[in-house]
């Protein structure tokens, strides 16, 4: 009895202690029922010289309660009944009762033993605890209508075989010690009392059904530290994975992509510590740029002198014959700086002729994907038009287009290519 107790109060404790100190992840389901049918055999105490047939033969029903507080330790609550027929000289048969409860500890040695390193649809359960019994007699036993309850303590395995994620079959064989029992299986006093008189064999078979949100159930989890190992590994590669694109810095501007809120910046151009080019004023140019733009558009007192003395005349014929264009890198929306010029004629113009509209058509070359290019070719026509629009120039009096490829130039030659990379302008 000692050693029994001694044992269920350690398996107890591992299984709280264990519940105490591992990460309970929330990646798997806890919960299960565990219902079976089987035979079971009360093989003592039994009164001398009555024939005892010791087969396991009485019809059992089991049922049970499960909860895994991680995928190695649990605990179990269960009950089972069954009638004994116990004597092989029907003159003697007495149909005595029994139910048992019983709180358990259970260990999956599947997870604790590593299994899941070579088999995923068997499994392996240990549980043992202590509970209650009733032993209640028929009216034909010597001892009438007599009952008892006792305290026992039982221990068992329960093999099992994965059927899906929500269903295994089992088969358990458990083993039980009532402490004192006074009746005889067989409904007389027990004349000899010790302290396990009363012992109970079970070998059942049924169903594990597992309850829960999760797709697997701790019974079945593989935590074997060869697959931890792996994935491990894999989350590993996966975040440096990460850092290397985060840490790229396409525009070279200094500020890493992952950070980047403009991660096309104008090369050159000073930015601040979220990868925005300088813009005190906001008119969408760069401060680096502004100076130089300055100095090229034209302000009031020039246009008083000078826009009105027929200066800009000659803007509408070269921007209507393709004379006047802004032209781009290679897969770019920023003009070339020396296009500019190109820019300042259109806004002179149109700041001299009041009445004035302008259509800006964009270009590509002949590399890369048409729909692509089309696209590129519509971007750099939006570029010029934000451009000239920060230049004082009315909404309502430009409209912008993608013209999409040039294939006019010869496709192999670098220096044709750069021609036909670019705006126009038609002055209406």
């Known amino acids: 009895m000692k050693k029994i107790t001694l044992f269920t109060f350690v398996l107890a ?19 299960s029922l565990d219902l079976g049918v089987g035979v079971a055999k009360a093989s003592s105490p039994v009164t001398e010289d009555i024939p005892f047939d010791t087969k396991l033969q009485d019809l059992a029903f089991e049922a049970g309660a499960r909860y895994m507080f991680n995928d190695k330790f649990g605990l179990k609550v269960s009950g089972l009944y069954f009638e004994s027929t116990n004597t092989s000289d029907p003159a003697f ?6 139910f048992r409860a019983n709180l358990e500890g259970v260990a999956n040695l599947g997870n604790i033993l590593g299994f899941r390193e070579f088999t995923q649809r068997f499994n392996l359960l240990f549980h043992a605890g202590a509970g209650m019994t009733h032993v209640s007699l028929p009216a034909n036993a010597v001892l009438a209508n007599e009952s008892e309850t006792l305290l026992n303590f039982m221990g068992g395995i329960t093999p099992q075989i994965k059927l899906s994620e929500r ?66 590994v894999e989350e590993l590669e996966n975040q440096l994975a990460k850092i290397q694109r985060d840490m790229q810095d396409t525009d070279k501007d200094g500020v890493p992509d992952y950070l980047d809120r403009e ?23 760069p401060d680096e740029l502004e100076s130089s733009l300055e100095k090229m558009y034209v302000t009031k007192e020039f246009a008083k002198e ?16 393709n004379l006047i264009n802004v032209y781009f890198r290679f897969d770019s929306t920023q003009p070339e700086y020396y296009s500019l010029d190109a820019i300042n004629q259109i806004v002179k113009y149109m700041r001299a002729h009041p009445e004035a509209e ?18 590129l070719s519509e971007n750099r ?43 126009s302008f038609e002055l209406r």
């Open 13 to 31: 404790a591992f299984s709280f202690n264990s519940f105490a100190q591992e990460s309970l992840t929330q990646d798997f389901n806890k919960f």
């Open 93 to 98: 048969d007495v149909d005595t009762e029994f």
């Open 167 to 232: 269903f295994s079959f089992n088969v358990d064989l458990s083993v039980l010690g009532n402490l004192g029992q006074d009746l005889t299986v067989d409904g007389r006093p027990n004349a000899q009392t010790r302290n396990f008189d009363g012992m109970i064999v079970t070998a059942t078979a049924g169903l594990s059904i597992y309850l829960g949100k999760h797709e697997k159930h701790a019974d079945w989890v593989d935590n074997s530290p060869k697959k931890l190992f792996g994935e491990r």
């Open 263 to 285: 991660p096309n910046t104008t090369s050159g151009v000073a930015v601040n510590t979220k990868g925005e080019s300088i813009d005190r004023n906001q008119n969408g140019i």
């Open 306 to 321: 000078t826009y009105f003395a027929g200066g800009v005349e000659g803007v509408k014929p070269n921007a209507n014959d």
């Open 358 to 375: 302008a259509v800006l058509t964009g270009y590509a070359d002949q590399i890369g994907n048409s729909d692509y290019n089309k696209t």
């Open 381 to 423: 026509a939006k570029k010029v038009y934000d451009i000239v629009i920060a230049s004082g120039i009315e909404e309502s009096r430009l409209s912008y287009r993608g013209g999409g490829v040039d294939s006019s130039v010869d496709k192999g030659s670098q220096e044709a290519r750069q021609i036909v990379r670019r705006v």
